[in-house]
């Protein structure tokens, strides 16, 4: 772990850094509590520099507050500029990695507003809530050794207030579950796993018929996150199901979903870099990749971006091996790249073909999320269009 120093009071401080977003360290600290104002706080984020929190704690919640709102203002503005231009998929991809840098480089500046963690997860602010369960959930023993977040010396340990936040929120969803219609139970996300929050996709896997023929399929759920397309096809009758991920956290959060729901006979979760390690094959392989080609920037945005579509062309290319005679890959993908220009349905077509598949159904519904009819959002005019669509191959 790294370790960031500096001057408190006259004495040399010490902690440990280590973001879940892999920022570095700011190049310099400044301790400061409640006397200081927004603006002054904004022009030192903006210059690099670590704002170490000493205040009230609902305080520094409000600066938090005060400085996304500044920075939200400014980006819609520059956002309404390029929008009021844009006419073209080629403009509209301008806007999308404008709008991204944009949130890139505000979760920078708002990332600069730093609390210190003790080696228990307690924060010695006034105010401050029980952080501690939270941050066992987050932190635990995720890492590769086994060791938790804090130093195993002791010491303490500094964390963006935006990351706190979050945490808190993501423990808060993680004990009261999210209630998935298409499995008829709830879904408990945890930290750094991307959330079954929208119900189109969910809703096409319950609804698809199984291959002719097929009654009990074998089935493989690739890229599984919280389980919930696993168990959702397990709940359907699916004989057995492998899942798989490769974000550690996300395997344990599928393994706790799937024996809460009391289907672990019937369904292994695995951790792998998309298939399974051993040969075997199934009757249905299905695959929800990331819908955008984009580099994340986090562990929870693996689940959004995915560089040069990398495992959406892993999935085609690797599908016809792994299929049963009359088998299929169920695909699950937005057009929302192609809306904006990141791929073209051509490009699919192409990949999907050089695989040895072919596409003998397409079932397609419309976005329902609150981000396709907010007028607002900069790239509302292509996520007024978007549809998501599963996308039936089988060998050709």
């Avoid at 919280?226 to 359907?236: D, K, M």
């Avoid at 951790?271 to 984009?294: H, R, S």
Wanted: aromatic share 4%; hydrophobic share 40%.
């Amino acid at each position: 772990m790294t370790t960031v120093s500096w001057t408190e009071n006259g004495v040399e401080r010490r902690a440990g850094w280590r973001p879940e977003n892999g920022a570095t360290p700011p190049r310099d600290m400044l301790v400061v509590d409640d006397d200081i104002a927004a603006d002054a706080a904004l022009t030192l984020a903006r210059s690099g520099t670590g704002i170490l929190w000493r205040g009230d704690f609902h305080n520094a919640r409000q600066l938090h507050a005060a400085l996304d709102r500044r920075l939200q203002k400014q980006a819609d503005k520059q956002a309404a500029k390029r929008a009021s231009r844009t006419s073209s998929d080629a403009s509209l991809t301008d806007l999308f990695h404008v709008t991204r840098l944009a949130r890139s480089q505000r979760a920078g500046i708002l990332g600069k507003i730093l609390l210190e963690l003790e080696p228990d997860y307690t924060i010695r602010l006034r105010r401050a809530p029980d952080v501690r369960a939270a941050c066992e959930h987050a932190y635990g023993s995720s890492d590769a050794d086994g060791s938790p977040v804090a130093d195993v010396s002791g010491e303490s340990v500094l964390v963006s207030l935006p990351e706190l936040l979050g945490m808190i929120s993501a423990y808060e969803w993680h004990q009261t579950g999210i209630e998935v219609a298409a499995l008829g139970d709830r879904i408990h996300p945890a930290y750094g796993v991307f959330a079954p929050t929208r119900d189109e996709y969910l809703d096409l896997v319950a609804d698809a018929a199984w291959p002719d023929g097929v009654d009990r399929p074998t089935v493989m759920d690739l890229g599984t996150g919280t389980g919930v397309l696993a168990a959702i096809l397990a709940r359907r009758g699916a004989r057995r199901v492998v899942a798989t991920d490769i974000n550690p956290r996300a395997v344990r959060c599928a393994r706790d979903n799937v024996d809460r729901l009391g289907l672990a006979e019937r369904v292994v979760v695995e951790q792998a870099d998309l298939w399974p390690a051993t040969d075997e094959m199934a009757d249905v392989v299905v695959c929800n990749p990331p819908w955008i080609p984009g580099r994340p920037t986090s562990a929870l945005e693996q689940g959004i971006y995915d560089p040069k579509s990398d495992v959406l062309h892993r999935y085609l290319a690797g599908l016809a091996n792994r299929l049963t005679p009359g088998g299929e890959g169920w695909l699950i993908l937005s057009d929302l790249a192609e809306l904006l220009g990141l791929r073209t349905r051509k490009e699919l077509l192409r990949r999907i073909s050089e695989a040895g598949l072919v596409v003998v159904d397409t079932i397609d519904t419309t976005a329902t999320h609150s981000r396709a009819a907010d007028d607002t959002d900069p790239l509302h005019a292509a996520r007024s269009r978007e549809r998501t669509s599963l996308w039936r191959l089988r060998v050709g």
